[in-house]
């Protein structure tokens, strides 16, 4: 069963600190990853797609890194600020070369919390 | 560019109603899903449209179907709604779907009661 687990479930750092947040999946064949960056209230907001061949793509202070093999992934936010409050939700595509989103998996979010 | 806009924003109803939520894409964008959000799940897959055709469509009873129309704007209808139906359903919009980014709408509050 195709899976996407993320940790922590939540998170609270203070202002001005770096964070990392882990994604494991299980998705098989793979396509691509993405985070998702969701505030209380609102449409998630897309921050990176990396294809199986991509290691690493960057967006502002936010870094993603993938490891195909390991099926790993994790978004590194650095000198947080506190609009960085939210929910950051991994998902996998598994339609490798398709045009649909029909398979998409999502994990369950981390909820970063970042105290002044 | 104006983004995704969904309306109504909040929805109230009650057990056996139905609703028909409404999504207005990017200009465009030909691609429109639709997704359930709740505390418990997370986000879940509804369906795709692309081009006026069902492309994919999640794990969902027969109760929840949408349609989107010529000009990509896209409706989905709950009939004989379940207190579990209360979600806040998003709909996102991309060019073609597939490694697209996905631009999000605010979402709809459904709260049946």
């Known amino acids: 069963k195709n899976q996407v687990e993320q940790s922590p479930q939540s998170l609270i750092i203070l202002e001005g600190k770096n964070c990392t947040l882990q994604?494991?999946?299980?998705?098989?064949?793979?396509?691509?990853l993405r985070w998702y960056k969701q505030d209380t209230g609102r449409g998630p907001v897309s921050l990176t797609i990396m294809t199986f061949s991509e290691n690493t793509k960057s967006n502002g202070r936010y870094t993603a890194t993938l490891d195909a093999d390991t099926k790993q992934s994790s978004l590194h936010i650095t000198a947080s600020q506190l609009s960085d409050s939210a929910s950051y939700i991994c998902v996998v595509s598994p339609n490798a070369g398709g045009t649909s989103y029909g398979k998409l998996t999502f994990g369950q979010g981390t909820i970063l919390t970042v105290h002044p | 560019k104006a983004g995704v806009t969904q309306t109504p924003r909040y929805l109230i109803k009650t057990r056996g109603q139905q609703v028909t939520l409404s999504c207005s894409p990017i200009?465009?964008?030909?691609?429109v899903s639709w997704y359930q959000q709740t505390p418990g799940q997370g986000l879940q897959f509804l369906f795709e449209?692309?081009?006026?055709?069902?492309?994919n469509k999640g794990n969902f009873p027969g109760r929840f179907s949408g349609r989107q129309f010529s000009n990509s704007r896209s409706e989905m209808n709950v009939s004989t709604l379940e207190l579990g139906d209360s979600a806040l359903y998003l709909c996102?919009?991309?060019?073609?779907?597939?490694?697209?980014?996905?631009?999000f709408g605010p979402g709809t509050r459904l709260t049946v009661l």
């Open positions: 996102a919009s991309s060019l073609v779907g597939g490694r697209d980014t996905q631009y």
């Open positions: 994604c494991n999946y299980t998705v098989s064949p793979f396509s691509n």
């Open positions: 200009s465009g964008h030909r691609s």
């Open positions: 449209y692309f081009s006026e055709t069902q492309r």
